[in-house]
């Protein structure tokens, strides 16, 4: 095949891919803006910039609240998983003992559980630890199903920093906790950027830990209250104002990927290449 025609059709790929990928979100888009009869019909580009979905949103009675609980719980089950995940990673990367293998892949086999295989006995131990309707519930569950991807990460991009590096701050008489917080936390950046971003995004948008573990308006977090917004009546599905409070919930972490795109892409190929 010749090589403009493979150009072409890389090109055609890409674009298709990007379309399939994009057109829901811009779709929803174009729907937060229509009403009455409006959302029904398939319109391609919004007739009209009518911003009372994302008044009757922003004015409900807790969905501002909302909106800081998970910004709350995301950002202190970022904190917790990437403190417990350094320094697990430290001890998988640099530290030899014997099962350090086995270990490494029993952690990543915890992330293979779904959901809804522990969720019975995970609501057990947070009633046991008196936590349940708070943010702890949420931020204690989040946090174990993070763990394991950003331990792996963080182990692989680790073991590829200089072996020298490590020496020379022991020589200087440097402890194991100086090693990781002086030495190499600022070399963990792209890492840490990736990992902290997705394990907020999951947290951000986690909806079956957030719905079993809340029964109080005051402390679900967006996902639930999207899912719980109810119309004038019974059967009256409410397109409009769910259409405005994903773009809400969604335009931010899209923004932060665009920002962090680059820190991401090099975390995720950390490992990847040898030289």
Not at 130 to 151: C, D, E, H, K, R
């Amino acid at each position: 095949m010749p090589q403009p025609i493979k150009t072409v059709a890389f090109y055609a790929l890409v674009a298709g891919i990007v379309l399939f990928s994009v057109f829901p979100f811009y779709y929803a888009i174009v729907t937060s803006f229509a009403t009455g009869t409006a959302l029904f019909e398939a319109n391609y580009w919004p007739k009209a910039f009518d911003l009372s979905n994302y008044s009757a949103v922003l004015g409900g009675r807790n969905f501002g609240r909302s909106i800081l609980n998970s910004l709350f719980i995301a950002s202190t089950t970022v904190i917790c998983a990437l403190f417990l995940a350094v320094t697990a990673s430290y001890a998988l990367a640099r530290v030899r003992f014997r099962g350090r293998g086995l270990l490494l892949m029993t952690i990543l086999a915890v992330s293979m559980f779904p959901q809804i295989a522990v969720l019975a006995g995970l609501f057990e131990v947070i009633r046991f630890l008196g936590i349940f309707n708070t943010p702890w519930a949420m931020i204690l569950s989040y946090t174990i199903f993070t763990l394991p991807f950003t331990v792996w990460v963080l182990t692989t991009f680790m073991r590829d920093l200089p072996v020298e590096i490590e020496e020379a701050a022991i020589v200087d008489g440097a402890t194991p906790w100086i090693i990781i917080t002086r030495v190499f936390l600022p070399l963990l950046w792209p890492a840490l950027v990736t990992t902290g971003l997705l394990a907020f995004i999951g947290a951000w948008n986690e909806f079956l830990f957030a719905l079993t573990f809340t029964s109080s308006e005051t402390t679900r977090t967006v996902p639930v209250a999207i899912g719980l917004l109810s119309g004038a009546s019974q059967q009256e599905i409410p397109w409009g104002p769910i259409m405005a409070a994903s773009v809400i919930v969604t335009v931010p972490l899209v923004i932060l990927v665009l920002i962090f795109q680059r820190k991401i892409v090099a975390g995720l190929t950390a490992g990847g290449v040898k030289g």
